[in-house]
């Protein structure tokens, strides 16, 4: 099964990419698609449409368009749970030991990783970044 995950600007900036690329792989997720990408403000409020009448919508706008983010889509079996144990609870501060957010996330909003959280949104969001193509799904 496939997901997606995101490598948040923060942790981009912080030079954690990398760290947080090796510990889904320990964690036995293989890396199927990757790249490095700035949203602009059109992509950031579309993959964000779900939360646009929250408080924090505004400074999530501005935090997710601060800098490059890495999107990839990850494999593995039940990938979709397996990936949201692995990242461990929105704020940092009530994640569990050995979470990537308790490892790497500043705040609940600059929290390091998203992922998908449910198998259709998977699809729908490995789509919005990725073709099928670069998924080597055919020829291209
Ligand atoms: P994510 O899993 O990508 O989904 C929505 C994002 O909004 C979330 O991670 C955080 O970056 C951010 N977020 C969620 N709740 C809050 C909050 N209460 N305050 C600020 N940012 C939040």
Do not use: W
Not at 56 to 61: A, D, E, Q, R, V
Not at 100 to 112: G, P, T, V
Request: proline content about 4%; some cysteine.
């Amino acid at each position: 099964m496939l997901t997606l995950a995101i490598i948040k600007p923060d942790a981009v900036e912080s030079g954690l990419a990398g760290k947080i690329i090796a510990h889904l792989e320990a964690q036995g997720f293989v890396v199927r698609a990757v790249r490095m990408t700035r949203l602009s403000k059109s992509q950031a409020q579309a993959f964000y449409e779900v939360h646009r009448e929250r408080a924090f919508f505004g400074s999530l706008m501005e935090y997710m368009t601060s800098g490059p983010c890495v999107p990839m889509v990850l494999e593995r079996d039940d990938a979709v749970s397996h990936l949201r144990t692995a990242i461990g609870a929105t704020d940092p501060a009530e994640a569990a030991d050995g979470t990537i957010r308790k490892l790497y996330a500043e705040s609940k909003e600059r929290n390091a990783i998203h992922a998908s959280d449910s198998p259709e949104n998977a699809l729908q969001e490995i789509g919005f970044f990725f073709s099928g193509a670069e998924l080597g799904l055919s020829a291209g």
